[in-house]
């Protein structure tokens, strides 16, 4: 049975790893890489992220942060494993981290779609949201491997 549950410190090997496989979500400023570890561990933290759990094997994820001085939610990054896809899944996890950041008092939320993922931009469409322009998105690294 798969269902949709709060995303917990015992998700985070599965999560790296399917995160991982996405090039778009590369976040190290040298060669590839997802979020590290504990980072994941912080985001499981706020409790705004999500699993799709299939019998303890994790079929996707939405990673999510909201913060409070700009009351904004972030989505930050989505997957679900292609069996997982077209399902309505993806929606029900926006949804629920969406309304339990306006719980606590989130009024705005974004999340960065690739100019060629019409899937994505859909369901967000679908969601309420609007296309806010056209940027350029620009990063700066620390240096240290995130």
């Known amino acids: 049975m798969t269902f949709i549950r709060n995303m917990e410190g015992r998700d985070i090997s599965q999560v790296h790893i399917l995160g991982s496989m996405v090039k778009e979500f590369e976040v190290v400023d040298k060669g590839p890489g997802f979020w590290k570890p504990e980072i994941l561990e912080n985001i499981v933290l706020d409790g705004l992220s999500y699993v799709v759990d299939d019998q303890g094997k994790i079929g996707g ?43 606590r008092g989130a009024f705005m939320a974004e999340g960065l779609v690739e100019n060629n993922n019409m899937a994505s931009q859909k369901m967000l469409k679908r969601l309420g949201f609007e296309v806010a322009g056209n940027y350029l998105w620009m990063l700066r690294f620390s240096g240290e491997n995130r």
């Open 61 to 103: 994820f939405l990673l999510a942060t909201y913060q409070p001085v700009t009351r904004k939610l972030t989505w930050e990054n989505m997957y679900l494993l292609k069996e997982y896809r077209k399902k309505g899944l993806a929606e029900k996890c926006f949804n629920l981290s969406w309304r339990l950041a306006q719980e």
